[in-house]
Every structure is written in structure tokens, then in C-alpha cells.
């Protein structure tokens, strides 16, 4: 490609942003379009920042999901680094998450703990093992005793616990880094505050210059288009010609974001494996949490899902009391969170997955995640991003593709 190519990159989460930096340091004029006023303003700024190896995908004893999350997990760190220009450091979580196997859980005790000692030893063997959050080239799981699990929980729900060396990023110091980072690049020109409306080739020829439609008017021409979109991408590539293939869903999902006037000394934790929750300890005062079943607002298979603006958020207040109950009922330190807390927001941004199913079935497609990536037509690249995790990886990959 020509160093002095135009292209388009729909979307400003953090597979939009990650592409387009990586692009514009490489030579290339980048217009970066979003429906929100600012970058990171939706899911890849509203999520709990797992930075995923593959150990909650124990319905997938394949490890093909696993297999597909590693490389892009390992390398998060320094990619991060290298796209802000900053240490990820006081963004990462300090301890090891722990899994606590659910009564319920779509796979037993015994089941998780085989497939999570398949992962760490798939981990261990990576040749990028030593770049990941922490240093997991000895990468283990343990489980927990009688006497270690009765510490966490009394709750007879949890029948099982496991500690294995997966850490998280605190996501909003990772939006703000990324919105400093894209401002720098004078090669990037934020089209901001417009709905995208279609992406069209302005001739005959899907390899000659395309266009972006929008509610502000028509861009172009560009000499490639990139969609990263998370929300209504689907609906973006079928205007560009290419058809939706499979299951898919849209999920909107809120969760908790929270600060606490003083230091509260709490584990991250994940209730394993379906429709529960997690908690995530940023720093000692940010936190995370969730409840999938009072988090999930909108469950579609449309191609272009609901406006989120018609979800009722009267409620908001009572959602909020219903996590931390639900959260505390398992494991009652929690509570320490909430007592603490100086300040809760109730955020929350789509996830797109090609799969579909509620995750208390085994069967659901939503518990693998083996099948994204890149289509193509012509000039118009559509992603998938996957995971926030693999985000970093895949757009590197995508922006040393298109510059060869």
C-alpha cells in the first residue's frame, strides 16, 4: 500500500483506536469515525479488563477458544505500552484472579480444574509467556483447600476454588492513555459525533476507492475501509456486501464501577462457569463488579440491535443494590466494598459474540470464542474483534497486512 493511502477506520473503541495509531505511525493518512463525541466512550472503556488466557472457558475443553485468546493476552502488555507510550503498570492488578466454582456451574469442579491445568500448560509452552501482565512462564493453577476456600465463602453455592495467574487492567486509565495517545498522531483525523450509515465503493470495483456514509453526510474517498465497529457492524458490512454468516447476539451489559474513601483489601474473583458475577480490585480503591442476570439489559440477534436509549434507567438504583446483594450472599467480604464505597456509577456498553444461548446451558455457543478475525471484500476489511483483550494483537496484525 501506498504510504500516502487514505483510510477510513470505523469505530474509536480500542480495536479502532489500536488500528488507527498503529496505521498512522506507519505513514498513513487515518480517519477515525465514531457515533459518541469522544474515543473509548462505550464497551472498551466500560468492561472489567480481564486480560483473557483462557481459563473461563471450561465449556470449551477443545482449547480451541483458549488457543485463540493466548497470543493476543500475552502480548496486551507491551503492545499497551508501545501504542500509549506509557507502563500499563498501575493499571494491572496486583494479585492472581481466583475461580470459585459455582453449584450451578455448566462444568463440575473436577471438569475446570483438568481444563485449567490444560491451559497453563498451553501458556507455559507460548514463546511470549514472560510479556504478559506478570511473568507466567511457570504459569499453575492451584486449588484452593477446605480451609483457603472457607476464608472466601461460606456460602454452600461455591464448591470449589482455584487461583490461576490471569490479571486484569483498570480500563478507564487504559481510555484515557489511549485518548491522549490518539491525539498526538497528526495523521488522525477524529470524525467524531456522526452515525455511519453505510460504506460504499464509489465506482464499480470493491478494489478501487470506497466512501462513508454518515448522518453528517458523505467522507471520501478512501483507499480502504476498516470496520471496527462493535455495535451495528453487521449492518454496516452488508451495506459494503457483505452478508451476516451464523449466530451472532448483541448484549448490553451494565456493571458496577466504584471508588471507596479508603484502602479495602479484597481478592479478584470470578464465580465460574454461567450466568454469575465477578469482582475486580483495581488498586485497593477502584473496583469492578458485576451480576450477569442484573447486568444483561438487551439480549438481540438483529443485526443492528435496539437503541440503547430506550432502556428504562429509573431502576438503576435498585440494580445497583441487587448486585452487591447478589455478590455478597457468595461472599460476604463484598460487603466491605460497598460499606467503603465513596462513589458507584452503573455503566455499561455492547458486546458482540458469534454465538448465541444463555450461558447456564452447556451447550451455548456464547461459552467459545474461537471464531473471530477478519473478513474482506475488496478494499473494506470487517473485524471482529473477539475479546478487549485480543483487540491490540489482531489490529498490529491488520495494520502490518495492509502496509506490506
Same mark, same amino acid.
Given at each position: 500500500m501506498k504510504k500516502n493511502s487514505r483510510i477510513a477506520v470505523l469505530g474509536a473503541g480500542v480495536m479502532g483506536c489500536s488500528t488507527a495509531i498503529f496505521l498512522a505511525r506507519k505513514g498513513f493518512q487515518v480517519s477515525i469515525f465514531d457515533k459518541e463525541k469522544q474515543p473509548f466512550s462505550a464497551a472498551s472503556r466500560w468492561n472489567e479488563g480481564k486480560i483473557h488466557l483462557g481459563f473461563i472457558?471450561?465449556?470449551?475443553?477443545?482449547?480451541?477458544?483458549?488457543?485463540?485468546?493466548?497470543?493476543?493476552?500475552?502480548?496486551?502488555?507491551?503492545l499497551i505500552e508501545e *501504542?500509549?507510550?506509557?507502563? %500499563? @503498570?498501575?493499571?494491572?492488578? &496486583?494479585?492472581?484472579?481466583?475461580?470459585?466454582?459455582?453449584?450451578?456451574?455448566?462444568?463440575?469442579?473436577?471438569?475446570?480444574?483438568t481444563y485449567m491445568e490444560k491451559v497453563a500448560k498451553q501458556v507455559r509452552a507460548h514463546p511470549d509467556a514472560k510479556r504478559y501482565?506478570?511473568?507466567?512462564?511457570?504459569?499453575?493453577?492451584?486449588? *484452593?483447600?477446605?480451609?483457603? %476456600? @472457607?476464608?472466601?465463602?461460606? &456460602?454452600?453455592d461455591i464448591v470449589a476454588?482455584?487461583?490461576?495467574?490471569?490479571?486484569?487492567?483498570?480500563t478507564n486509565w487504559v481510555a484515557d492513555k489511549f485518548i491522549s495517545a490518539l491525539a498526538a498522531e497528526k495523521l488522525i483525523e477524529p470524525v467524531m459525533g456522526v452515525h455511519i450509515t453505510a460504506a460504499n465503493p464509489t465506482a464499480d470495483s470493491v478494489e478501487g476507492t470506497w466512501s462513508i456514509e454518515t448522518s453528517e453526510g458523505s467522507f471520501g474517498p478512501y483507499d480502504y475501509v476498516i470496520n471496527s465497529l462493535w455495535q451495528g457492524r453487521m449492518a454496516i458490512d452488508q451495506t459494503a456486501?457483505?452478508?451476516?454468516a451464523g449466530t451472532?447476539?448483541?448484549?448490553?451489559?451494565?456493571?458496577?464501577?466504584?471508588?471507596t474513601r479508603t484502602t479495602v483489601k479484597t481478592p479478584c474473583a470470578v464465580i465460574a462457569t454461567g450466568p454469575f458475577g465477578d469482582i475486580k480490585n483495581y488498586n485497593g480503591r477502584d473496583f469492578y463488579l458485576s451480576w450477569y442476570p442484573d447486568g444483561l439489559r438487551i439480549d438481540s440477534s438483529e443485526i443492528l440491535p435496539p437503541d440503547i436509549k430506550n432502556i428504562e434507567v429509573s431502576d438503576s438504583q435498585s440494580r445497583k443494590e441487587s448486585i452487591f446483594n447478589h455478590l455478597e450472599s457468595l461472599l460476604?467480604?463484598?460487603?466491605?466494598?460497598?460499606?467503603q464505597a465513596e462513589?458507584?456509577?452503573?455503566?455499561?456498553?455492547?458486546?458482540?459474540?458469534?454465538?448465541?444461548?444463555?450461558?447456564?446451558?452447556?451447550?451455548?455457543?456464547?461459552?467459545?470464542?474461537?471464531?473471530?478475525?477478519?473478513?474482506?471484500?475488496g478494499r473494506y476489511f470487517s473485524v471482529d474483534t473477539g475479546k478487549y483483550s485480543t483487540a491490540p494483537f489482531l489490529a498490529r496484525s491488520l495494520a502490518d497486512s495492509l502496509a506490506e
Open positions: 472457558y471450561s465449556a470449551d475443553p477443545s482449547l480451541r477458544t483458549a488457543n485463540h485468546v493466548i497470543p493476543g493476552g500475552l502480548n496486551f502488555r507491551p *501504542l500509549t507510550g506509557t507502563s %500499563l @503498570a498501575p493499571a494491572i492488578t &496486583s494479585e492472581d484472579d481466583l475461580y470459585l466454582c459455582h453449584r450451578a456451574s455448566v462444568t463440575s469442579a473436577s471438569e475446570m480444574m501482565l506478570a511473568d507466567v512462564s511457570d504459569c499453575r493453577v492451584q486449588r *484452593l483447600n477446605s480451609s483457603q %476456600l @472457607a476464608q472466601l465463602t461460606s &456460602s454452600p476454588g482455584f487461583c490461576a495467574p490471569e490479571r486484569s487492567v483498570e456486501g457483505i452478508e451476516p451472532w447476539s448483541n448484549r448490553y451489559r451494565q456493571s458496577l464501577f466504584l471508588r460476604p467480604w463484598a460487603a466491605q466494598v460497598r460499606e462513589q458507584i456509577s452503573l455503566e455499561g456498553g455492547w458486546v458482540f459474540a458469534a454465538g448465541q444461548g444463555l450461558l447456564s446451558d452447556p451447550k451455548s455457543t456464547l461459552h467459545r470464542r474461537s471464531e473471530y478475525g477478519v473478513t474482506r471484500r
